[in-house]
């Protein structure tokens, strides 16, 4: 914690990563301290490869699940190897016997946003933390472009608030302020009526578009779970055990375990999830064809799924493949809680 923080502190915040918070502050304690634990269950070698990634805005959660699945496959009474070599692939865990023989091997799989969502979120938080500066206690929007609105770039970011902390103090009773191809509205208070009062007591707070907004859906990550169990199929032939993939999705997502659940079983008719937050100006669009939606195809070679939940400690569930010709091992139905 010490060495991120003088090494990233003294960042203007604008310039810090996402995860710098849960790096340094206290409140993150216990979280920190859980990674540690996880950290010390690894070969040397794979600890410090994951000390490394860890605090990377982009593999913050997937470092996070592979330690989070270790964990509760341990917990189940299970003795598990990390990235271990078995005829040239290396599942992220493999469950051994006694004697060290493979007897499961479980692929981890994190359903991630385009990799552009986060140099859009980093961008927007820039802004954000700029706009604190300015000493007028509103809370601002980004008005509706008749689609997404994309962040601005640093310079522009920096324009765009000297501008709005020159109109905001000259005339601090209006609602909408156009700057640099940019419109922001102050936000009203539901309740009371009025402009609504900053969280941040004498300076102003913006609420940025999410980057997020739009339907939620599983889909794409049980594909790649797909492609994962046709990678491993032969493997897991040749030594006639389990394969299980192991999946958890970031927060961006919006994707849980009901989503999965829904896809496995089916639907009698289609079922629409959004997401969206305060100043999220548009969220998207999606095509729904009416009619059933048939269960998930479990692909040859899946013999079974964990579920990764996204908080502290990480709970994990198992949903079976009901048709396997290797069921899952016994220890992890029903499976414990990760810690």
């Known amino acids: 914690m010490a060495g991120h923080r003088r090494r990233y502190g003294r960042r203007p915040p604008e310039q810090r990563q996402l995860t710098y918070d849960i ?51 341990r917990a189940a009474g299970l003795t598990v190897g990390y990235e271990q070599s078995w005829d040239g692939l290396t599942p992220d865990w493999t ?60 310079g ?31 936000m009203a208070d539901p309740r009371r009526g009025g402009p609504m009062k900053s969280p941040l007591g004498m300076h102003a707070c913006f609420v940025p578009p999410s980057s ?19 990678t491993y199929r032969r493997l ?23 989503h999965v659940r829904d896809i496995l079983t089916g639907l009698p008719a289609p079922k629409i999830t959004l997401q969206f937050n305060w100043g999220d100006p548009y969220i998207g669009e999606q095509t729904v064809h009416p009619g059933a939606i048939p269960p998930w195809q479990w692909p040859q070679g899946l013999d079974g799924l964990i579920w990764i939940h996204g908080e502290l400690p990480f709970p994990l569930a198992a949903l079976p493949n009901p048709a396997a010709p290797r069921p899952m091992p016994a220890a992890l139905l029903p499976l414990p809680t990760a810690g």
């Open 23 to 73: 790096a340094v502050e206290e409140v993150y304690e216990p979280w920190r301290q859980w990674l540690d634990d996880q950290f010390a269950r690894l070969p040397d070698g794979a600890a410090t490869t994951m000390a490394r990634r860890i605090w990377l805005d982009e593999q913050f959660w997937p470092v996070n699940f592979e330690l989070a699945t270790g964990a509760g496959l």
């Open 95 to 154: 469950v051994l016997s006694e004697n060290g023989k493979p007897i499961a091997f479980v692929e981890v799989h994190t359903d991630q946003p385009p990799t552009t969502t986060f140099g859009q979120m980093r961008a927007w938080h820039g802004l954000v933390e700029r706009i604190k500066q300015i000493p007028v206690p509103v809370v601002l929007q980004a008005a509706s472009q008749g689609g997404p609105v994309l962040p601005p770039d640093a």
């Open 156 to 186: 522009t970011a920096k324009r765009i608030t000297q501008d709005l902390k020159n109109k905001l103090l000259s005339n601090p009773h209006a609602i909408t302020f156009a700057s640099h191809g940019y419109t922001f509205l102050v």
């Open 212 to 230: 997020r907004a739009g339907p939620v859906t599983a889909a794409p990550m049980m594909e790649q779970v797909r492609k994962k169990a046709h």
């Open 236 to 258: 897991a032939d040749k030594y006639a055990i389990p394969f299980i993939v192991a999946a958890g999705a970031h927060r961006f997502t919006g994707v849980t375990l009901q």
